[in-house]
Nanobody, 126 residues
Framework: QVQLVESGGGLVQAGGSLRLSCAER??????MGWFRQAPGKEREFVAS????????QYADSVKGRFTISRDNAKNTVYLQMNSLKPEDTAVYYC?????????????????????WGQGTQVTVSS
């Protein structure tokens, strides 16, 4: 069973940075994604990365500010978040999809992911 463990959330001032981490023991067989959900809003796509790390995809709202990466030797995916804005405040979720595909085309919809972490709160103060 896939178990995703997230860490790295917290409170930061606007313009600051945070790095989220997500670990899973059978990691290398999965494409990974980060999603977020603000109060009263639907869960939305943030970023995704294929199993090898060669291809990534980002939501327009985070392009140029966030970077997704993975270290398969450490079974961990990261989301580096820079230039944070108050509108980035949300619970951030790590998700996994078992696939060997090199395409990120389907990796933007929550329904295309098989397993989810518990979420970590990110709060950006103005």
């Amino acid at each position: 069973q896939v178990q995703l463990v997230e860490s790295g959330g917290g409170l930061v001032q606007a313009g600051g940075s945070l790095r989220l981490s997500c670990a899973e023991r059978t990691f290398s067989s999965y494409a990974m994604g980060w999603f977020r959900q603000a109060p009263g809003k639907e869960r939305e796509f943030v970023a995704s990365i294929i199993w090898s790390g060669a291809n990534t995809q980002y939501a327009d709202s985070v392009k140029g500010r966030f970077t997704i990466s993975r270290d398969n030797a450490k079974n961990t995916v990261y989301l580096q978040m820079n230039s944070l804005k108050p509108e980035d405040t949300a619970v951030y979720y790590c998700a996994a999809r078992r696939t060997s595909s090199s395409s990120t085309y389907v990796l933007t919809s929550p329904s295309n992911f098989d397993s989810w972490g518990q979420g970590t709160q990110v709060t950006v103060s103005s």
